[in-house]
Protein backbone atom coordinates (compact mmCIF):
# COMPACT_ATOMS: atom_id res chain seq x y z
CA UNK A 1 0.00 0.00 0.00
CA UNK A 2 1.50 3.68 -0.77
CA UNK A 3 2.11 6.10 2.07
CA UNK A 4 -0.17 8.83 1.69
CA UNK A 5 2.92 10.72 4.47
CA UNK A 6 5.75 9.36 2.43
CA UNK A 7 8.05 12.66 1.88
CA UNK A 8 11.12 10.90 0.20
CA UNK A 9 12.26 12.80 -2.85
CA UNK A 10 10.84 16.18 -1.64
CA UNK A 11 12.55 19.48 -0.32
CA UNK A 12 11.02 21.07 2.48
CA UNK A 13 12.02 24.70 3.85
CA UNK A 14 11.31 25.57 7.63
CA UNK A 15 11.89 29.09 8.65
CA UNK A 16 12.47 29.90 12.35
CA UNK A 17 14.24 26.22 12.83
CA UNK A 18 17.22 27.11 15.38
CA UNK A 19 15.13 26.51 18.58
CA UNK A 20 11.02 25.05 19.57
CA UNK A 21 8.61 24.13 17.06
CA UNK A 22 10.86 24.74 13.74
CA UNK A 23 13.04 22.20 15.25
CA UNK A 24 10.32 19.85 15.41
CA UNK A 25 9.08 20.38 12.31
CA UNK A 26 12.05 20.16 10.97
CA UNK A 27 12.67 16.20 12.16
CA UNK A 28 9.14 15.44 11.62
CA UNK A 29 9.54 15.84 7.80
CA UNK A 30 13.38 14.68 7.38
CA UNK A 31 12.29 11.52 9.55
CA UNK A 32 9.53 11.00 6.49
CA UNK A 33 12.26 11.27 3.97
CA UNK A 34 11.95 14.98 3.20
CA UNK A 35 15.07 16.77 2.55
CA UNK A 36 15.63 20.16 4.30
CA UNK A 37 16.61 23.54 4.09
CA UNK A 38 16.42 25.41 7.56
CA UNK A 39 16.57 28.88 8.08
CA UNK A 40 16.37 31.53 11.18
CA UNK A 41 19.29 34.38 11.97
CA UNK A 42 20.94 32.70 14.50
CA UNK A 43 23.44 30.73 12.09
CA UNK A 44 25.17 29.08 14.96
CA UNK A 45 21.89 27.36 16.78
CA UNK A 46 21.09 25.57 13.26
CA UNK A 47 24.53 23.79 12.97
CA UNK A 48 23.60 21.08 15.49
CA UNK A 49 20.28 20.69 13.66
CA UNK A 50 21.97 20.09 10.54
CA UNK A 51 24.51 17.41 11.69
CA UNK A 52 21.35 15.97 13.46
CA UNK A 53 19.17 15.83 10.48
CA UNK A 54 22.37 14.98 8.13
CA UNK A 55 23.47 11.78 10.65
CA UNK A 56 20.10 10.34 9.55
CA UNK A 57 21.16 10.20 6.17
CA UNK A 58 18.96 13.15 4.73
CA UNK A 59 20.56 15.97 2.73
CA UNK A 60 20.49 19.50 4.84
CA UNK A 61 21.07 23.36 4.35
CA UNK A 62 21.02 25.63 6.96
CA UNK A 63 20.85 29.24 5.81
CA UNK A 64 21.12 32.44 7.67
CA UNK A 65 18.08 34.41 6.76
CA UNK A 66 15.82 37.36 8.39
CA UNK A 67 12.45 36.58 6.76
CA UNK A 68 11.59 40.10 7.63
CA UNK A 69 14.08 41.37 4.68
CA UNK A 70 13.53 41.19 1.35
CA UNK A 71 17.13 40.49 -0.18
CA UNK A 72 17.64 37.71 3.06
CA UNK A 73 15.24 36.01 1.80
CA UNK A 74 15.65 35.75 -1.82
CA UNK A 75 19.33 34.58 -1.23
CA UNK A 76 18.13 32.15 0.88
CA UNK A 77 15.64 30.96 -1.81
CA UNK A 78 18.35 30.69 -4.38
CA UNK A 79 20.37 29.09 -2.37
CA UNK A 80 18.13 26.51 -1.69
CA UNK A 81 16.97 26.07 -5.22
CA UNK A 82 20.78 25.83 -6.12
CA UNK A 83 21.49 23.04 -3.90
CA UNK A 84 18.20 21.05 -4.35
CA UNK A 85 17.04 22.34 -7.49
CA UNK A 86 13.42 22.41 -6.35
CA UNK A 87 11.51 23.88 -3.31
CA UNK A 88 8.56 20.94 -2.44
CA UNK A 89 7.07 22.50 0.40
CA UNK A 90 7.71 25.53 2.19
CA UNK A 91 7.57 25.90 6.39
CA UNK A 92 6.26 29.38 7.55
CA UNK A 93 7.00 29.20 11.01
CA UNK A 94 9.29 32.05 12.04
CA UNK A 95 7.47 34.44 14.28
CA UNK A 96 8.19 36.70 17.55
CA UNK A 97 5.45 37.43 20.60
CA UNK A 98 5.24 40.39 23.08
CA UNK A 99 3.04 41.02 25.71
CA UNK A 100 1.43 44.49 25.28
CA UNK A 101 -1.65 46.49 24.85
CA UNK A 102 -2.45 49.01 22.15
CA UNK A 103 -1.97 51.59 24.79
CA UNK A 104 1.09 50.75 25.75
CA UNK A 105 2.98 49.45 22.82
CA UNK A 106 5.44 51.09 21.06
CA UNK A 107 5.27 51.54 16.94
CA UNK A 108 8.82 49.78 16.95
CA UNK A 109 7.15 46.77 18.47
CA UNK A 110 4.20 46.63 16.53
CA UNK A 111 6.27 46.45 13.49
CA UNK A 112 8.86 44.31 14.82
CA UNK A 113 6.19 41.46 15.62
CA UNK A 114 4.13 42.49 12.08
CA UNK A 115 7.19 42.39 10.05
CA UNK A 116 8.50 39.22 11.57
CA UNK A 117 4.64 36.93 11.70
CA UNK A 118 3.22 38.55 8.56
CA UNK A 119 5.37 39.62 5.77
CA UNK A 120 7.82 37.17 6.82
CA UNK A 121 5.39 34.77 5.46
CA UNK A 122 4.65 36.92 2.59
CA UNK A 123 8.52 37.74 1.52
CA UNK A 124 8.96 34.22 1.75
CA UNK A 125 5.96 32.70 -0.11
CA UNK A 126 6.47 35.38 -3.25
CA UNK A 127 10.01 34.28 -4.24
CA UNK A 128 9.25 30.40 -3.24
CA UNK A 129 5.90 30.46 -4.75
CA UNK A 130 7.03 31.18 -8.85
CA UNK A 131 8.91 27.71 -8.22
CA UNK A 132 5.96 26.14 -6.78
CA UNK A 133 3.74 27.45 -9.71
CA UNK A 134 6.28 26.06 -12.58
CA UNK A 135 6.55 22.63 -11.22
CA UNK A 136 2.51 22.86 -10.37
CA UNK A 137 2.94 21.63 -7.17
CA UNK A 138 4.13 23.22 -3.82
CA UNK A 139 2.37 22.80 0.44
CA UNK A 140 2.46 25.99 1.96
CA UNK A 141 2.40 25.67 5.74
CA UNK A 142 1.66 28.44 8.07
CA UNK A 143 1.91 28.74 11.84
CA UNK A 144 -0.46 31.04 13.02
CA UNK A 145 -2.03 31.03 16.25
CA UNK A 146 -5.22 30.71 18.31
CA UNK A 147 -4.29 33.79 19.47
CA UNK A 148 -5.51 35.01 15.67
CA UNK A 149 -8.85 33.67 16.37
CA UNK A 150 -9.35 34.85 20.00
CA UNK A 151 -8.18 37.28 22.38
CA UNK A 152 -6.86 36.69 26.03
CA UNK A 153 -8.24 38.29 29.29
CA UNK A 154 -5.51 37.87 31.27
CA UNK A 155 -2.59 38.82 28.81
CA UNK A 156 -2.96 41.97 26.18
CA UNK A 157 -1.18 40.31 23.05
CA UNK A 158 -2.59 42.86 20.74
CA UNK A 159 0.40 42.62 18.16
CA UNK A 160 0.67 38.82 18.09
CA UNK A 161 -3.48 38.99 17.80
CA UNK A 162 -3.18 41.55 14.77
CA UNK A 163 -0.25 39.55 13.24
CA UNK A 164 -2.13 35.75 13.65
CA UNK A 165 -5.19 36.91 12.52
CA UNK A 166 -3.75 37.85 9.38
CA UNK A 167 -1.83 34.95 8.98
CA UNK A 168 -5.43 33.01 8.91
CA UNK A 169 -6.77 35.41 6.05
CA UNK A 170 -3.55 34.82 4.28
CA UNK A 171 -3.38 31.17 4.21
CA UNK A 172 -7.29 31.69 2.53
CA UNK A 173 -6.58 33.64 0.51
CA UNK A 174 -3.42 32.19 -0.90
CA UNK A 175 -5.25 28.75 -0.32
CA UNK A 176 -7.92 30.12 -2.44
CA UNK A 177 -5.96 31.27 -5.70
CA UNK A 178 -3.15 28.93 -5.56
CA UNK A 179 -5.42 24.94 -5.62
CA UNK A 180 -5.22 25.68 -9.43
CA UNK A 181 -1.30 25.54 -9.77
CA UNK A 182 -1.39 22.55 -7.54
CA UNK A 183 -0.40 24.64 -4.65
CA UNK A 184 -2.41 23.59 -1.18
CA UNK A 185 -1.63 26.26 1.20
CA UNK A 186 -2.79 25.67 4.99
CA UNK A 187 -2.22 26.24 8.44
CA UNK A 188 -1.30 24.80 11.90
CA UNK A 189 -2.63 27.02 14.83
CA UNK A 190 -1.15 26.14 18.23
CA UNK A 191 -2.40 27.20 21.65
CA UNK A 192 0.57 26.49 24.07
CA UNK A 193 3.77 24.64 23.60
CA UNK A 194 6.87 25.42 25.63
CA UNK A 195 9.59 26.98 23.08
CA UNK A 196 11.87 29.98 23.84
CA UNK A 197 9.13 32.10 23.30
CA UNK A 198 7.01 31.01 26.31
CA UNK A 199 9.45 28.87 28.58
CA UNK A 200 9.90 32.41 30.70
CA UNK A 201 6.63 34.22 29.82
CA UNK A 202 3.68 31.47 30.10
CA UNK A 203 4.96 28.26 31.31
CA UNK A 204 6.46 30.69 34.46
CA UNK A 205 3.30 32.62 35.43
CA UNK A 206 -0.22 32.32 36.79
CA UNK A 207 -1.20 31.96 33.05
CA UNK A 208 0.04 27.84 33.03
CA UNK A 209 -2.33 27.39 36.11
CA UNK A 210 -5.17 29.11 34.03
CA UNK A 211 -4.52 27.20 30.51
CA UNK A 212 -4.58 24.29 32.28
CA UNK A 213 -7.74 24.81 34.55
CA UNK A 214 -9.16 26.26 31.49
CA UNK A 215 -8.13 23.68 28.60
CA UNK A 216 -9.90 20.82 28.17
CA UNK A 217 -7.20 18.57 27.94
CA UNK A 218 -5.90 19.90 30.82
CA UNK A 219 -2.24 20.08 29.96
CA UNK A 220 -0.08 22.46 27.31
CA UNK A 221 0.83 20.78 23.79
CA UNK A 222 4.14 18.75 24.34
CA UNK A 223 6.89 17.80 22.10
CA UNK A 224 6.11 16.58 19.12
CA UNK A 225 2.16 16.88 19.35
CA UNK A 226 2.45 19.30 16.35
CA UNK A 227 4.32 17.17 14.39
CA UNK A 228 1.11 14.73 12.90
CA UNK A 229 -0.50 18.09 11.15
CA UNK A 230 3.02 18.90 9.77
CA UNK A 231 3.88 15.65 8.43
CA UNK A 232 -0.06 15.39 7.02
CA UNK A 233 -0.23 19.24 5.23
CA UNK A 234 2.90 18.86 3.75
CA UNK A 235 2.70 15.22 2.18
CA UNK A 236 -0.04 14.30 0.08
CA UNK A 237 -2.42 12.99 2.49
CA UNK A 238 -3.52 16.55 1.88
CA UNK A 239 -3.93 16.83 -1.90
CA UNK A 240 -7.29 17.72 -1.81
CA UNK A 241 -7.16 19.94 1.55
CA UNK A 242 -6.52 23.52 1.32
CA UNK A 243 -7.05 27.36 2.76
CA UNK A 244 -7.68 25.54 6.09
CA UNK A 245 -6.67 26.25 9.87
CA UNK A 246 -5.97 23.38 11.85
CA UNK A 247 -6.26 24.35 16.02
CA UNK A 248 -3.70 21.89 17.65
CA UNK A 249 -5.23 23.11 20.93
CA UNK A 250 -6.25 20.80 23.00
CA UNK A 251 -9.90 22.02 22.40
CA UNK A 252 -8.88 25.32 23.71
CA UNK A 253 -10.74 27.10 21.13
CA UNK A 254 -13.70 25.03 21.22
CA UNK A 255 -14.77 25.79 25.01
N1 LIG B 1 5.08 28.09 21.48
C1 LIG B 1 3.79 28.32 21.42
O1 LIG B 1 3.04 28.11 22.39
C2 LIG B 1 3.18 28.84 20.14
C3 LIG B 1 1.79 28.90 20.06
C4 LIG B 1 1.21 29.35 18.88
C5 LIG B 1 2.01 29.70 17.80
N2 LIG B 1 3.36 29.65 17.93
C6 LIG B 1 4.15 30.03 16.76
O2 LIG B 1 5.09 29.01 16.48
C7 LIG B 1 6.18 29.57 15.74
C8 LIG B 1 7.47 29.10 16.36
O3 LIG B 1 7.59 29.66 17.67
P1 LIG B 1 8.24 28.89 18.90
O4 LIG B 1 7.19 28.77 19.93
O5 LIG B 1 8.96 27.70 18.43
O6 LIG B 1 9.23 30.02 19.42
P2 LIG B 1 10.82 30.13 19.40
O7 LIG B 1 11.44 28.97 20.04
O8 LIG B 1 11.09 31.49 19.95
O9 LIG B 1 11.15 30.09 17.84
C9 LIG B 1 10.97 31.19 16.99
C10 LIG B 1 11.82 30.97 15.75
O10 LIG B 1 11.58 32.05 14.84
C11 LIG B 1 12.86 32.53 14.40
N3 LIG B 1 12.77 33.94 14.03
C12 LIG B 1 12.32 34.98 14.77
N4 LIG B 1 12.44 36.13 14.07
C13 LIG B 1 12.97 35.80 12.85
C14 LIG B 1 13.34 36.54 11.70
N5 LIG B 1 13.18 37.88 11.62
N6 LIG B 1 13.86 35.87 10.65
C15 LIG B 1 14.03 34.53 10.70
N7 LIG B 1 13.69 33.77 11.76
C16 LIG B 1 13.18 34.41 12.83
C17 LIG B 1 13.80 32.29 15.58
O11 LIG B 1 15.13 32.16 15.12
P3 LIG B 1 16.26 33.29 15.22
O12 LIG B 1 16.04 34.05 16.48
O13 LIG B 1 17.51 32.49 15.21
O14 LIG B 1 16.10 34.10 13.98
C18 LIG B 1 13.29 30.93 16.06
O15 LIG B 1 13.91 29.90 15.31
C19 LIG B 1 5.97 31.08 15.77
O16 LIG B 1 5.40 31.52 14.57
C20 LIG B 1 4.99 31.27 16.92
O17 LIG B 1 4.25 32.45 16.79
C21 LIG B 1 3.96 29.22 19.06
Known amino acids: MNNLFDLTGKVAVITG???????????????????IAILARRYDKLEPLCKEIESTGRKVLAVRCDVTKEEDVKLAVKSIIDKFG??????????????????????TEW???????????????KHVVPHMKEQKYGKIINTASVCGLIGSKAIPLHAYNASKGAVIALTKGMGTSL????????AIAPSLFESEMTEKSLFQSDYLKSYNMLC???????????NGAAIYFASDASSYTTAQILFVDGGWTSV
Open 86 to 107: KIDILMNNAGVTSIGSVDTLEE
Open 179 to 186: AQYGITVN
Open 216 to 226: PAGRPGMTGEL
Open 17 to 35: ASSGIGVQFAKALADQGAD
Open 111 to 125: DRIIDTNLKGVFLMS
